[in-house]
C-alpha cells in the first residue's frame, strides 16, 4: 500500500517568512514524487517533481523540495513567500499504476 | 490547448437522481483517473484506468461507476446520488511509464456537485 502524510494542515506566514511544509510517505517501491498547488477556486496544478537524480528539486515561483530516502520525506520550501502563495499544498506519491495524494496544507500568507 | 477538459462545470442534483461526469483528453494518455475533493480530507481517489479497457477501484468507489469509453474519455457515473456526494470532482491523467519524466498528473478544472 502507498500512503503520504502532510502534517500541516493549516499555516499562517507574514510576507517575507520563509516556508517548509512536510511531506512524509510509505511505499516500498521506486518513487515519483509530486508537489501540487491549488489557488482558490482553481484546479491543482503542478509545483515540482522528483523521479530519480538530483534529490534537491526546483519548481515554479521559487520553490523546491529535497527528497531525503531515509526519511521518507519530500519538503517543500520558499524562501521568502508572498501574499499570492496562499494557496492549498498537496503532496503526492505515484507509484504502481497510480498517483495518491496527501490531505494537503493550506497556506495563508499576511501582508 | 486544451489538456483535460471535463464537463459539466456545476451541476444540482437531487437525491435518488443520476447523472454521469464527462471528461477527455487530448494529450494520449494511457491513464486517467477521477479524484473526488473534501474539506479537510484532501483527494481521494475514486477509479482509475491504468490503459484503455481496463478500469480498477480507487479509495472510495461505492456509489459510482466509471466507463473508459477510448482512451480520450474516461467518465464517471452516479446511478443514485446521494447528499454524501456532494463534492468537487475532478478528472485527471497522466502518461509514460512510472519513473519517466511523462508520467506527470494533469488535472481538469473540476465538477462542483451539489445533491440535495
Known amino acids: 500500500a502507498q500512503s503520504v502524510s502532510q502534517h500541516n494542515h493549516h499555516v499562517i506566514l507574514s510576507e517575507a517568512a520563509s516556508l517548509e511544509l512536510g511531506c512524509n510517505y510509505s511505499y516500498g517501491g521506486t518513487v515519483n514524487l509530486f508537489w501540487y498547488v491549488q489557488y482558490p477556486g482553481q484546479h491543482l496544478q503542478l509545483l515540482l517533481k522528483?523521479?530519480?537524480?538530483?534529490?534537491l528539486v526546483k519548481g515554479i515561483k521559487g520553490f523546491e523540495a529535497e527528497f531525503i530516502k531515509s526519511k521518507f520525506s519530500f519538503n517543500l520550501r520558499k524562501p521568502s513567500v508572498q501574499w499570492s502563495d496562499t494557496a492549498e499544498y498537496f503532496c503526492?506519491?505515484?507509484?504502481?499504476?497510480?498517483?495518491?495524494f496527501g490531505t494537503g496544507t493550506k497556506l495563508q500568507v499576511i501582508p | 490547448n486544451a489538456g483535460v477538459t471535463q464537463t459539466p462545470k456545476f451541476q444540482v442534483l437531487k437525491t435518488g437522481q443520476s447523472m454521469t461526469l464527462q471528461c477527455a483528453q487530448d494529450m494520449n494518455h494511457n491513464s486517467m483517473y477521477w479524484y473526488r475533493q473534501d474539506p479537510g480530507m484532501g483527494l481521494r481517489l475514486i477509479y482509475y484506468?491504468?490503459?484503455?479497457?481496463?478500469?480498477d477501484k480507487g479509495e472510495v468507489p461505492n456509489g459510482y461507476n466509471v466507463s473508459r469509453l477510448n482512451k480520450r474519455e474516461f467518465s464517471l457515473r452516479l446511478e443514485s446520488a446521494a447528499p454524501s456526494q456532494t463534492s468537487v470532482y475532478f478528472c485527471a491523467s497522466s502518461g509514460g511509464a512510472w519513473g519517466s519524466s511523462e508520467n506527470t498528473i494533469y488535472f481538469g478544472e473540476g465538477s462542483w456537485l451539489t445533491v440535495v
Open positions: 503526492a506519491l505515484g507509484g504502481y499504476q497510480k498517483v495518491t
Open positions: 484506468s491504468a490503459s484503455e479497457g481496463t478500469t
Open positions: 522528483y523521479f530519480s537524480g538530483d534529490p
